[in-house]
């Protein structure tokens, strides 16, 4: 239940509604602060109450709402309507990730294999243009057998690269127990597709402060996407990025994954949390990077996470997706020259790159 | 198998190579001529050939490569790595489709409903400037109680706004037997999604002369959709355009299909046939349409096939996918805007439409 | 709609109330007779009809109910509830499919090969004790250049295999203009997975006498499959058998289809029509087949199809899906004795093959 | 790599290898003891082995094999081509799992809700037959807002109900940090759906002692289960049986999950694991239940897991699809008849439950 209040509802009336409903209905209360209005977000057992008794008790309620969809917090309406917007604090600056600010980039290597290689890859991923890198320290793998990535000393490397470039970090929690260590080198913490329903896990998440990118599982539906992030939202962290990567259809024989862009329009309507895509993930080659990219530009996504790697060949996990740093340096340029088309572009990226 | 010849081969040694290949290895032999370089395309039983017998049946002879696809003559290799182009003829003179062509605009409704709405329709599109308008007359349809079309009279009315207009006419063909009076009006014959694999269909369509519109079948993989184009070329008509209009998946609550744009790069490296793609079927909601055909213009296609219906609510067939006439206008202004950063707009289309 | 009638009502009555429903409301009505009900099923525009003023035109009738499902004359409460029977006549009789008949088996190689290998094989699943001989003679192949069925010649020598074991015959029709041909051989006219939305098919096939076995498509919902159906019996066709073959899923490493067998109880309460279960396409591998089989026995299938082939590494198609015959002796023995065990097997198969 | 011993090599011989073999290629060696066989599993970077090498290093060796498939003690050659058995103490003795051994039934609600309701089910359940109860404590749900299990208070509920019948209990685990309260009611742990890929649990639950069921994830293909039973394994813990609960695909209407049971032959090739079926989230609906369970008996199966509730119109979770104990009485009355047919059934149980 959503109750939308006048513009110009002065502060005392909006704590006392907000008590009254609290004790008379005895449902939790979430105040949303737009530009122009004030919502009050009802969260419980709201199926018993009552619309017209709720109207009447203030001549400021503008208009009480029934939210049908299972999502609450994370729902467009909780939110007044409009888009929000996750603001995450780097060496750089702060970096705000929504629909009103300009394309947010993030790269890096799928694990992080060395600190030459990551700081390197961090500099000229920063010269190219991004804003965040990318890197797995704890990596999912389908085989015990295969590389698991070096967990904590990763972490050390890459708050290296942080501490060279200015660079957020953006890096994976596979495991609850990592997330002190994590956190803090993380700027925004990674949950992976195979976790998209660890629901422990996203309980911890969201209890903490650090930003959460929340990818989607493979074969999981919008519902349960937004539920997930419900999860998030609900343990109380607001700070929550959406990342498409790809879903699991009946072919798979040349794009690894099918890279379903229509959730851009499909998410904008349902929810006002940030959209990143990541093409390297919902295509596997990274000869279908570049047009995947662009297109999810042009389809008004807010940020894109790529896999850059400074040699594909050699890497110890994901080559085939990666890009190399001159690849990526070319897309940025072509992406550059479409964002600016759709008035997403900063040109101030540039400008931090040739500090 | 696949002969490249060297540049400047002569004609005569051209001949004698291909009879040659004929005559010893019992296969046919197909020329392709490029910008540069001829190519001759072996089919039949290839496994037993010999690959160094026939390197040295000519001096002539750059290279003999094998085709480790099912797929030959909608092959990338047999069309000597380069794109092929389709010429279709209308009223407003000939259109090409292909990789080094302007996009390619087709629009109108799902159903061809009455005259005036399709004359109407039509000019409304043209004016905004569509090259081609498309119109069922044959409708497939789940329900045998659905409406199904108004047949051969809707064809009639094709033609009308076909003569009003100048527009070249896409309309689908589900019936062989309709062949004869569907092709006196279509300039493109249409093969809808679930036609795909009606192999009796292809073999028909790809035996007459009007350019054939391929649609992927609603899980066809690649292979299976480009081996279905194959029955097309094998049956003689080399002039098919392939059209993505989403695939199913596990997720159909707000996006009815998922428009799998990754097809894109993904056929550009397998075939040589143009792309089209149909991001009304592909999503089936007309607010996702905008988006995503903005999406496939950044991602690289040939032409775009977007429903346009005078007055959607009241559709019989498809109405929450169309775009009202005005949408369809201030869309096409979008994507002028990125086909020109593209490359892929030719500004020959608003002088057409405004004679 | 549907008009359930009182038992007993006079034959003139119910004659009196179809030609009062048609005349007033300019609806078809279908008149079903089972054992102790008559039920008349509405079709039309029954969106508008008042169910209070329909129940009020007779003393006879019991109840008026609405059918909220899109499929009318298939559904289970067209046809009063209850089970409806396919009985096919074969030189050795009629063999009846249903619900309260034993299981029907169907066997035989994919491809129709040679005289010999067809005759030879019949006489064996025969033995074995099949009701009906598979054979293809048009076949839908996924490439132009494999082979597609020896066609009209093929179905001479079903007719041979049909005359020297008296067996009933099913085979494919691809394309309506071969249908009369067919239909002089064929017993039961199959309409494959790739074809079962092909509308125009349909339509002809349901417009003429000999049975219809109907493949599920290979991503077709329940719902379409049953709207397929649906346009058999609008057509004029009550004989209709459905198939599952398997339906294409995320993961064809294994088994190449996904044999879906809860379709057998979801179809039990959704529709009358007989349900047959092919696990040889619906695993795609011969070691697979003896389970599902029996597994379709359990679950209560009507009918089975499987491949049988007498030389299955040879096989023009489909051979690592086909048993040998003496796997079928095999496995018919065990299906004998679960089929006793659900009171679905009758002895008299082996009496009639012992002929 | 896995070196198959002559029968009849002696004990010091075999362990000569087995450190010969770790010393000069630097793998790990697991010995595997079968009936007749001694075989023993290389793990580690067998890609650089030279089988004649070890061929000659002994003459007892009488085969090398190099394994193809990503997985390793799972798979079927590990445990020299037999099937394993999983044997799990209970208070009423212990119940082996496998290919060789009756039938395990498993039944209980979907949530623990109360001592009263979960004592009486287990009564129930036990006095119809079923080895083991179900009952959740942690509940996967996918709203934040949906009951969430009772948590440790429901495992102690869980043990009251374990001392008054002597049944066994099987009980999921969603976070790691429950393990230890978990462990000391559970007999067998359950890793569900949604975790199947969360490898931090994976290791952790691998590195106890308890059994585990693994969940097939809703999307995950035979391989990439497989391989997180290999994660099991290869942390210490060869107990695992892998439980088939339906698989999502394009159509969820009547059944909400595809049950696949073509795993059951698939799995028999693959792997010597034990294989348990559970058709009540495998279809969803209380009605599909009976006859996918006989199908499962009839396919093979060596477990089955039946979600019965005394009133599942009032259940907490997932009633719909629960069996009141009435039904399940009939159909373990069913499934006793089958699991005679096919020799997999032991009266022992019945015995057992009139104690």
Redesign the interface.
């Known amino acids: 239940m959503i109750v939308v209040l006048k513009s110009g509802t002065p502060i005392d009336e909006i704590t006392r509604v907000s008590e009254e409903l609290r004790e008379t209905w005895g449902v939790t209360v979430e105040k949303s602060v737009g530009e122009h209005k004030v919502v009050l977000g009802l ?2 057992d709201t199926a018993t109450l009552d619309k017209m008794q709720i109207q009447n008790s203030s001549p400021w309620i503008e208009q009480v709402l029934r939210v049908e969809k ?3 917090r994370v729902s467009r309406e909780f939110h007044h309507g409009e888009a929000s917007e996750v603001v995450v604090s780097t060496p750089n600056g702060p970096i705000s990730f929504g629909e009103h600010h300009p394309i947010v980039l993030t790269a890096g290597p799928c694990s992080v294999e060395g600190e030459e290689m990551i700081v390197e890859t961090a500099k000229r991923v920063k010269a190219a243009g991004a804003h965040f890198l990318r890197g797995g320290a704890y990596k ?6 295969a590389f698991q990535g070096y967990g904590e000393s990763a972490l050390d490397l890459l708050a290296a690269a942080r501490e060279a470039t200015g660079l957020g970090i953006i890096t994976e929690l ?4 990592d997330l002190p260590v994590l956190a803090r080198t993380a700027d925004i913490i990674q949950i992976g597709a ?2 998209m ?5 996203l ?1 911890k998440v969201g209890a903490q402060d650090k930003p959460v990118l929340l990818k989607r599982g ?2 999981a ?4 996407w937004l ?1 997930a992030a ?2 998030l939202l ?2 109380g962290n607001p700070n929550v990025i959406l990342c498409e990567r790809g ?9 690894r994954n ?5 959730v ?3 998410l904008r ?2 929810t006002h949390l940030p959209i990143m895509i990541d093409p390297s993930h ?2 596997g080659k990274s ?2 990077v570049p ?2 990219a ?7 996504t807010d940020a894109l996470m790529i896999e850059v790697h400074p040699n594909p060949a050699k890497a110890l996990s994901d080559g085939p997706q990666s890009l190399t740093p001159e690849k990526f340096d070319r897309l940025v340029q072509e992406m550059s ?2 964002g600016k ?1 759709v008035g997403r572009w900063s040109e101030e990226r540039t400008l931090v790159a040739s500090v």
């Open positions: 969260i419980g299972p999502f609450k999912p793998r389908s085989s015990p057998y596979m495991d609850a127990a195979r976790n329903q660890n629901f422990s896990l309980k493979m074969s539906t919008i519902d349960e539920m419900e999860y609900a343990a879903i699991r259809t009946f072919d798979a024989k040349y794009a099918t890279l379903d862009l229509s851009i329009p499909v309507t349902l919902g295509t000869e279908y047009p995947m662009l297109a999810a530009i042009a389809a008004g020259v479409l088309v």
